[in-house]
């Protein structure tokens, strides 16, 4: 592109250098302290930084109100080089800061998985058109997705952001959400950059581990599926997608060098950039120079950046240290032209979007575009459809369940059955139990740490929680729901659930939508479900389906026979429902997030109360899915033990 060649030929070095990082940004003050000890935003101008990550949710128009101060900040510099402002996935349930957001203001729809599940092309585009939209409202144009790696290991912590162990429907999903993002024509000033991740696949890991983490660095194929792996990419790349970022994972026993994918030049510049003929840029994933220098950690700071520039990264995340290159290149370790190869592809982006001509966006119109009511709304839709039916009881407690009947109800808001059941306090009065619960994982890390938003290791539910659908299933017909962000050991709970549904990111409302017959669960398994850990660790990361006799194979979805759609409860019928809610015992603060004891009236005044800092807690919006204890011991770290055991007691009381 020739406006981005006569650019290049004017820039300092510092400015050059300054496109090659891509930091978190603080939304709000230029001065305040940058987010996770990042430094402010205003030492990332005077860096020359014109690319910034932001994991904030406020209001759309406050993010776009930022957003044009950052543009107008910037005209202000010699250059005046537009900002590319990023976000992570923030249309779903996850919330974890090093992986996708909570949704906030956006419209909400299921996590990917649940796309899997659906297996629809036509609504993941329309979906990712809606991305489109809602991003560029507020200012951000480029999405660090879509995440097209194969969980062919259900223990595996980012396997809720996958489509599942399917190459051929991750293919097609991850092909239409290129579209989109970016336009059937292509990048253009209404597209949203679409950077695909983790190349060339980052499913395969030993023990299901993660590579965020030293203990799962390892990226290993004993089914010799490298090429299956890859293929999503390659599909991607002939649609045209802008970006790619690989993973962390060290590949193990395979051709390549035995060194993360960042610092290696035969996957970066010999596959990526030679074989499938990519010259997008590409964007290392988050602190790889520091934080996770996997295979090169002998390597000084410097020599491993020197090694990532080699292997062919135009771009580091999560880095905002762009003085270590400038010294570089006056060391003479680094080239000028080196330099100008990755300048020039992230120029020519910016100018592809539209960045140069109108970086402002309509803060007012933001407002009515993000989260409008028909998004929402289809939102929602996709979050009832996407729900897998897995048992289904001939009598009793058989979905779609009958309205005005008596139901216990345990990990929702009883709010959500108003005009669809009355809500009792005991099991012993009810006529049905529900209870909702989440695919299990082990806490690790200290809270707050990145560590501790990850869900890793067993999928075997605590014998507690397989005791408690045990006790109330004993006393009345029990329908299990079961929220999957990876897989779950589901074996321990087919005796005691008489219905069980899984989903993949749903709210209350979708989810009594579709136990009360006004949505169908048209969902399929997006991936095995083992029937133990013992059939999982016998099988090989790299192949998909690899468990012997699991409880359910990937494709498993029941219907409901015959169904109808019933309408919705009317204000009458919602009003004229009894909703109570237990006393004493409610939550087990062990295994309750804090989002949902949130939408507990009595619960948020105890927690306003007692820990008021809570509220307004920046690192709240994305620990709404972690447990009440973990969430009090991050926020509550410097309060005396004493005012945290009497909180927790409080708590525990209702």
């Known amino acids: 592109m020739q406006r ?16 090659m990082f891509q930091p978190l940004a603080g939304v709000g003050d230029f001065d305040a302290p940058g987010p996770i000890g990042y430094p402010s935003t205003r030492t990332l101008f005077e860096r020359r930084i014109n690319h910034f990550n932001t994991l904030q949710a406020p209001k759309a128009r406050d993010l776009a109100q930022w957003a044009n101060a950052v543009q107008e900040e910037v005209k202000k510099q010699p250059f005046g080089i537009p900002v590319t402002i990023s976000s992570d996935p923030r249309h779903a349930f996850g919330n974890n800061p090093g992986t996708g957001l909570g949704a906030g203001p956006f419209s909400q729809w299921p996590e990917p998985l649940g796309f899997g599940a659906l297996d629809d092309p036509e609504l993941t585009e329309h979906f990712a058109d809606i991305v489109r939209r809602e991003y560029r409202a507020v200012g951000i144009s480029l999405a660090l997705h879509p995440q097209i790696d194969l969980a062919t290991d259900p223990r595996w912590a980012r396997a809720g952001g996958t489509f599942g162990e399917s190459v051929e429907i991750t293919s097609r999903l991850a092909v239409a959400y290129v579209r989109g993002l970016q336009g059937k024509d292509g990048l253009g000033p209404a597209s949203v950059a679409a950077m695909g991740k983790h190349f060339p696949g980052g499913g395969p890991q030993l023990d299901g581990e993660d590579a965020h983490f030293a203990y799962g660095k390892e990226q290993v194929y004993p089914g010799g599926l490298w090429e299956m792996h890859l293929q999503p990419f390659r599909d991607v790349l002939a649609a045209g997608i802008s970006q790619m970022m690989p993973y962390y994972g060290v590949p193990m026993g395979t051709k390549y060098e035995e060194v993360g994918f960042s610092f290696n030049k035969e996957i970066i510049t010999d596959l990526l950039r030679k074989d499938l003929d990519f010259d997008g840029v590409v964007c290392s994933d988050w602190g790889i120079i520091g934080a996770t220098p996997w295979g090169v ?11 990532a520039l080699e292997a062919g990264i135009d771009q580091f995340g999560g880095e905002a240290i762009p003085d270590t290159l400038i010294n570089l290149v006056h060391a003479g370790l680094v080239s000028d032209a080196r330099i100008d190869e990755s300048a020039r ?5 910016k100018f592809a979007l539209g ?44 979905l779609p369940l009958d309205r005005g009947i008596k139901v216990y109800v345990e990990g929702m808001d009883p709010l959500a059955l108003a005009g669809r059941a009355n809500v009792v306090a005991t099991v012993n009065e009810a006529d049905v139990a529900i209870v909702r619960i989440a695919a299990p994982f082990e806490q690790r890390g200290h809270p707050g740490d990145l560590e501790s938003f990850f869900h890793a290791g067993s999928l075997d539910f605590p014998d507690e929680d397989i005791q408690n659908v045990k006790d109330i299933s004993d006393v009345v017909p ?10 779950a050991i589901l074996t321990p709970l087919l005796p005691h659930a008489d219905s069980l549904i899984a989903e993949f990111g749903a709210s209350d409302e979708a989810f009594a939508r579709v136990i009360f017959g006004e949505a169908e669960p048209l969902g399929k398994l997006p991936l095995e479900l083992p029937s133990s850990m013992a059939a999982l660790e016998a099988s090989r990361p790299d192949v998909p389906s690899d468990s012997e006799s699991p409880a359910f194979e990937f494709g498993f979805g029941l219907r409901y026979e015959g169904w109808q759609p019933r309408p ?38 105890i927690l306003t109360e007692e820990l008021p800092e809570l509220v307004s807690h920046p690192m709240l919006n994305v620990s709404l899915g972690m447990d009440v204890i973990s969430v009090v011991t991050m926020v509550a770290a410097n309060v005396a033990n004493s005012k945290r055991e009497h909180l927790l007691s409080r708590l525990s009381s209702l």
């Open 297 to 307: 950690e002998h390597l000084s700071f410097e020599e491993r950046m020197v090694k």
């Open 568 to 605: 919705h409860p009317t204000d009458e019928a919602k009003s004229s429902t009894k909703l109570a809610r237990r006393n004493g015992g409610r939550y087990r603060l062990h295994r309750t997030s804090i989002g949902l004891l949130l939408k507990d009236p009595e619960a948020k005044a």
């Open 345 to 349: 592809r992230l120029l020519r982006e």
């Open 4 to 19: 981005a060649e006569d650019l290049l030929r004017r820039l300092p070095l510092e400015d050059r250098v300054g496109l």
């Open 478 to 487: 029990t329908v299990v729901g079961v929220y999957l962000d990876r897989g």
């Open 355 to 398: 960045l140069f001509d109108a970086p402002l966006v309509d803060a007012e119109r933001a407002e009515l575009i993000v989260g409008a009511a028909d998004v929402r709304q289809a939102g929602l839709e996709a979050q009832a459809a996407a729900h897998t039916l897995l048992v289904n009881c001939p009598m009793l407690a058989r």
